[in-house]
Every structure is written in structure tokens, then in C-alpha cells.
């Protein structure tokens, strides 16, 4: 059954794909006096809630910030726990996954990955290949920055020229090529900035930040992010006047 927040959400004006700066794991450690990793541990939880949620509302695709080009200067044990909970999460939500259609996707420099967490996600990946329900894309040892030159990087070694090149056909080059673009960002824990994600992508994103911290962030407030992002208008650089005239016709 329905709950009340949920019966207010706009079904024919669901955001496709939401992207997500998981952020404040430390800091809801922090105020209950634990160690940061038990914020992670925590926040692999609201991970779990979260994708679970999304496929109920309909969401096609969710990609998550689950750690940056950058985090790998996080102390070492802080960097091995966050790969040891990966690696977890994959191998004991795997079926899972599979059972409610969800494809798992990876975006970053995953080459960088401990080879023990690579072959875990390799092998999930390929365990919900045939999956059409969602996409699940998980952002690792990912920048944005970096995805841009990786990007410009394949361009020089292919065959297209500079002529050719559009915005359209560079997106192709992209970590991202098949992936919807994203409708609904959302951050956790009150910061306003980007922290080097999906820079390209973003470009006409909705952006939504709140205060809840991640490991705190469950179902209904993903509901009151996409019940805000359905209050919006969005112009894609038109005015208002040619939006509600597309809409008529
Ligand atoms: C930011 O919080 C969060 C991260 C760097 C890691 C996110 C990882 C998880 C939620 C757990 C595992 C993920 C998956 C996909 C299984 P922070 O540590 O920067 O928080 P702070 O700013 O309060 O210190």
C-alpha cells in the first residue's frame, strides 16, 4: 500500500534518473560518538533502502557517488573499509538485484580498484546484464574532471574529426554514453557544491541538497526530493511562455 507522502507523487512526471552525492557518513558518525566507518556501514544501509525505494516509485535509473578520484587520500583504513563494504554490499546484493531487475553498472576509473573488488564487480555486472527493471550505476574512483579527459583522450585516438565533433557525439565518449541524462540531484548533509561530479552532465539537472545526512536519508526523503524536483519548471534555456505552449501541443 501506498503511504501519504508517496500518494501525493506525480506519476507521469517522475525524474528518470536520479544521481545522488551520498556526503555527512563522518558526520553522523561523529554526533553519535562513533568511528567513521560506522557512519559508511551505516550509510550502505540507507544504499540498500534507497535503490529498493527508487524501483518502487519507478525510477529507471539511479547512479550513486560511492567514492571519488579524490577519496583515495582518505587515512588507508578508512579507504580499505569503504572498499570492504563495496565488495560486501556486491556479493550479498547480488541476487537481489536480480530478483527485482536492477542492473548494475560502474562508471570511473575502475581500473584503480583493488583487483579483488574489480572481479566482484565485474562478476555482479555481469549477473544482471539481462536486468530491465532500473539501472543502478555506481560511481567509483570517479571524477569528473577525469572523465572529461579520459573522454578527450579516446576522441584522439579514434577516427572522428574535428568537424564532426558536436556535444552530441562527445557525450558518446563519456563513462556515461548509455546512461539517460540525469533529471534529480540530490546531496545529503547541507553542502552546496558539485565535489567534481558528472560535470558534463549536469548541465540541465535539478538540483536538490538537504540537510538530512546520508546514513539518516530513507525512502520518504527520497519521496520529498522528487515531490520538490515536481514543483519545478524546467526550461532547458527556453522561457516559460514556449514551455507551456510545447506542453499544449
Ligand atoms: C561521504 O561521506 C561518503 C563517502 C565518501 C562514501 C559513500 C559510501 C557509502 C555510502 C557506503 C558504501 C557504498 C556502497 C555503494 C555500498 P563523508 O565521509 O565525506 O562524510 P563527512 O563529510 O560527514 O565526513
Redesign the pocket.
Known sequence: MKGKLESLLNNNNLPRHIVII???????ARRKELD?IS??RE??R??KSVVKAAKELGIKAVT?Y???AQ?WRRPKDEVDA?ME??KQ?LIKEANTLVEKGIKLNAIGRLWELPPDVYQVLIETTEKTVDCREMTLT?ALSYGGREEIVDAIKKIISSDISIEELNEENFSKFLYTADLLEPDLLIRT?GEMRLSNFLLWQLAYTEIYVTKT??PDFRKRHLIKAILNYQNRERRFGLTSDQIRKRKVQ
Open positions: 551520498m556526503d555527512g557518513n563522518g558526520r553522523w567513521r557512519g559508511h550509510g550502505m540507507s544504499v550513486l560511492a567514492f571519488s577519496n569503504l563494504l563495496l554490499y555506481l548533509s545526512l546520508w
